[in-house]
């Protein structure tokens, strides 16, 4: 009994050491942790731990830190703004009109200011900015005319063309290291940016202004502050509610000696561009007729926006709001996942359907994918090239569904899908006759024109794969026409032949309708050229241009039908002239073998001719046996 007990004792001692050690353990681990952190702050900079929010006084509590941008918008100025001149969480709306003529004494901005973040800052709770304060702004010293654009056609960017001196001198570069920064420098606030394409254009991070006017003019910055003022004003007086990360993008149109500027907002929130006034756009519908729904004309807005959504398949392929501005901005994480579930999908859609509305090749999407998949080391970083190619995919894919009535009641399925109904065709007669004349080919050729000229509408990858197919038939018609020219010469040349008339008029014919084949075959071929088999915009207008003829697209396809059409024409004449030749001149021997082999060529020439315009014995047997009961009833 007394050793039961100290067996106890001792047991229950050993619990107390063993709790006391794990206890002790825990509380030097975590003095060694906080003697850890205590170093790294130490090293690193106890501001970057402990840094105080803005209106909040110093806190134990952990301090939230910038999160990567979830949008294309160039960020926010970080600085306050006694420091730097920015107005976080406000726009331009607040400045006044004397602010925005002097921006030539104000702080300079450029790339390697404190105004420029590591990583984009778009506050959680940031206060809506006053949009205008009617008190502070001046009026316009001039007559400021504004008129709405979209970032398209109507910026004229690629059309400028500016003259370069031709002059021939060999520019001096002075000694020691090459220093640019003299034309660099900021001009009364504007940075000069380089596109990725080349081209110069300027922002203002306080006011956030894109422009491609050359504010090195000493009269444009003042031009532009009244424009941005007056611009604000109306919006104010539109009751818009501007959102802290909205930017103006302004272009100086010169019409008929008149100067004027236009405009047009780009909220990243709601990934639109947008006006201070109602405003009809042909430009912005590009062609697409039926538009009625603020749901579908929102893809429309998006595409000029570009991100966040060819078929390519209309006229130009005009550039968008990021796309003409993709520097300073960073790439979010969740645009390039999105931009590579769209090229998936289309690539599934093209090994999967022959009628998908990818709006790009097998081929091209599977080189999408591939730099797609290289943009992600890109990601959460301020790389304007990877910006520039993400913004290009994404207003591409969002204009297809623009085009498609994607959304709407009646949204295009099939690439083949005619959303306004069929096209007036020809008459059904007329429409018979020109197949059968034409050996079938005229019936071929316009249901593939109607596959690839869909509503006014070029299906480019189907384009392609047509003009690749006329050429290498057309090809092969040059051959079998060269080789039918000889046949027919050399027939003429034969001493019978001559004596014989008919034979020699039917040769005359063929030799006529292989010339015909031969030169349609090489018009044709030279027709088709680099910029109508690659460029939608040629064939677009080609298209166009042959459905205003007398015949509308037919025309096209009797055209393509010729080369066709004119060598199996010159055939059939060969063959008679022969067969007039044999059944003239020969004796009856040769005529009773040559008969049974020529109606049995016929008839299986005839059969293949019936079946290739959809016309079979097996068909007729019905209607035969039909027509013969009525005979005999009668």
């Known amino acids: 009994m007394h050793g039961r007990h100290i067996r106890m004792f001792i047991s229950w001692l050993r619990h107390i050491f063993k709790t006391a050690a794990f206890h002790l353990y825990r509380n ?56 730097q001149g920015c107005r976080p969480g406000t726009n331009i709306q607040s400045q006044t009109h004397g602010e925005l003529n002097q921006r ?123 424009v941005v003022d007056e611009a604000y004003r109306k919006a104010h007086e539109a009751e818009i509610y501007m959102h802290p990360l909205v930017e103006l993008a302004l272009e100086l149109i010169m019409a008929d000696g008149e100067e004027k500027w236009g405009y047009y907002f780009a909220d990243h929130d709601k990934r639109v561009v947008f006006w201070f006034e109602d405003h009809k756009s042909e430009p912005l519908l590009n062609n697409i007729r039926g538009v009625e729904r603020k749901s579908h004309v929102r893809y429309a807005l998006e595409s000029q926006y570009c991100p966040y959504l060819l078929r390519l398949t209309y006229y130009n392929m005009d550039r968008r709001h990021v796309e003409l501005f993709p520097n300073k901005r960073f790439l979010p994480e969740n645009a390039i996942v ?12 093209n090994i999967t359907s022959e009628t998908c509305l990818a709006p790009f090749a097998s081929d091209e999407v599977d080189s999408m994918l591939g730099l797609v998949d290289s943009l992600m080391s890109s990601a959460n970083e301020e790389r304007e090239h990877s910006v520039w190619i993400v913004a290009r995919f994404m207003r591409l894919f969002c204009n297809a569904k623009f085009v498609n009535f994607c959304g709407q009641p009646g949204a295009r399925l099939d690439v083949d899908q005619s959303l306004y109904g069929k096209p007036n065709a020809l008459p059904k007669c007329i429409r018979r006759f020109m197949t059968f004349t034409l050996f079938g080919s005229f019936d071929a050729q316009s249901k593939a024109i109607y596959k690839i000229w869909v509503d006014k509408t070029v299906v480019q990858p189907r384009w392609k794969n047509f003009i690749d197919t006329l050429t290498t038939e ?140 959809d016309i079979h014995v097996s068909h007729l047997r019905p209607w035969a046996v039909e027509r013969l009961f009525r005979l005999i009833q009668t």
């Open 28 to 83: 030097l681990l975590s003095v060694l942790l906080r003697l850890i952190k205590h170093c790294q702050s130490a090293f690193n900079g106890k501001d970057e731990f402990c840094q105080e929010r803005p209106g909040l006084a110093l806190s134990s509590q952990p301090v939230d830190r910038p999160t990567p941008s979830v949008t294309l918008a160039v960020p926010l100025l970080e600085a306050p703004l006694q420091s």
């Open 474 to 613: 057309w090809n092969g018609y040059t051959i079998y026409s060269t080789v039918m020219l000889a046949v027919d010469i050399s027939f003429l040349a034969v001493q019978s032949v001559q004596t014989q008339m008919p034979a020699t008029v039917l040769a005359y014919l063929s030799t006529l309708c292989v010339l015909g084949s031969l030169v349609v075959s090489l018009v044709l071929a030279g027709q088709v050229n680099g910029s109508r088999r690659r460029s939608a915009k040629d064939v677009a207008s080609f298209m166009e241009g042959m459905s205003s003829s007398m015949l509308g697209l037919e025309s096209l396809a009797l055209m393509l039908s010729l080369p066709f059409a004119l060598l199996i024409w010159a055939m059939v004449f060969f063959a008679a002239a022969l067969s007039v030749l044999i059944f003239r001149t020969a004796d009856v021997v040769v005529i009773s073998i040559a008969s049974p082999v020529w109606f049995a060529i016929l008839c299986l020439v005839t059969w293949l001719v019936l079946a290739a315009n």
């Open 338 to 349: 999105n931009l590579k579930e769209i090229v998936m999908l289309a690539q599934a859609e």
């Open 104 to 226: 030539a004494n104000s702080v300079a901005y450029n790339a390697q200011s404190p105004c420029k973040s590591s990583v984009p800052l778009i506050p959680s709770s940031i206060p809506r900015p006053n949009i205008y304060n009617p008190s502070a702004v001046a009026m316009p010293v001039h007559l400021t005319t504004l008129i709405p654009i979209v970032p398209g056609k109507q910026v004229k960017r690629y059309e400028r063309h500016v003259i370069v001196k031709d002059v021939d001198a060999v520019f001096k570069v002075k000694k020691g290291p090459l220093d640019c920064s003299e034309e660099l420098v900021t001009v009364a606030g504007w940075e000069p940016l380089t596109h990725p394409e080349g081209a110069l254009f300027f922002y203002h991070p306080k006011d956030r202004v894109f422009t491609d006017a050359d504010v090195r003019d000493p009269v444009i910055p003042a031009k532009i502050g009244e």
